[in-house]
């Protein structure tokens, strides 16, 4: 494993993410959360605690690289597609079917989060695909001839 690939496709996974979970949640979902706003923390209690989500978006996103690494087979975008789409799978069934059946969410906002989770989690696969290249050896002149 290269470390220093690992850290970056990482970081960059962890910031796109980021980018993803606002969009998801703040634009996209935002009219169901105002509806719902009697099941949540306020906006300034989730804020002071902001800081929670990110440590966990951080670790989730060093060990989503993680695994992919540990299997990883250097088939290009696809690889990152069906990575995705596993690992989207295998987090958002779940966490959307276990939220609505432990909370007095709607079924619509259970639907929303796996698609929405599916989705989002197969772009950082294609994310991940895309950063994590094998560095090719330089072509020797013994090579070359």
């Given at each position: 494993?290269?470390?220093?690939?690992?850290?970056?496709?990482?970081?960059?996974?962890?910031?796109?993410a980021?980018?993803?979970?606002?969009?998801?949640?703040?634009?996209?979902?935002?009219?169901?959360?105002?509806?719902?706003?009697?099941?949540?923390?306020?906006?300034?209690?989730?804020?002071?605690?902001?800081?929670?989500?990110?440590?966990?978006?951080?670790?989730?996103?060093?060990?989503?690289?993680?695994?992919?690494?540990?299997?990883?087979?250097?088939?290009?975008?696809?690889?990152?597609?069906?990575?995705?789409?596993?690992?989207?799978?295998?987090?958002?069934?779940?966490?959307?079917?276990?939220?609505?059946?432990?909370?007095?969410?709607?079924?619509?906002?259970?639907?929303?989060?796996?698609?929405?989770?599916?989705?989002?989690?197969?772009i950082?696969?294609?994310?991940?695909?895309?950063?994590?290249?094998?560095?090719?050896?330089?072509?020797?002149?013994?090579?070359?001839a």
């Open positions: 494993m290269n470390t220093k690939r690992w850290l970056i496709t990482s970081l960059v996974v962890f910031v796109v980021q980018i993803l979970e606002f969009i998801i949640h703040a634009v996209i979902l935002s009219g169901i959360y105002e509806t719902t706003a009697h099941l949540w923390r306020s906006e300034s209690e989730m804020n002071s605690m902001m800081w929670i989500m990110w440590l966990s978006g951080l670790i989730w996103a060093f060990l989503f690289v993680y695994i992919f690494i540990k299997g990883y087979e250097g088939r290009g975008i696809m690889e990152g597609v069906r990575f995705g789409l596993i690992i989207g799978l295998f987090f958002s069934i779940p966490m959307s079917l276990g939220s609505y059946a432990a909370q007095p969410i709607p079924f619509s906002l259970a639907v929303y989060w796996f698609i929405f989770g599916v989705i989002e989690i197969v950082l696969g294609v994310v991940t695909a895309l950063l994590y290249k094998p560095v090719q050896p330089p072509i020797s002149e013994t090579d070359a």
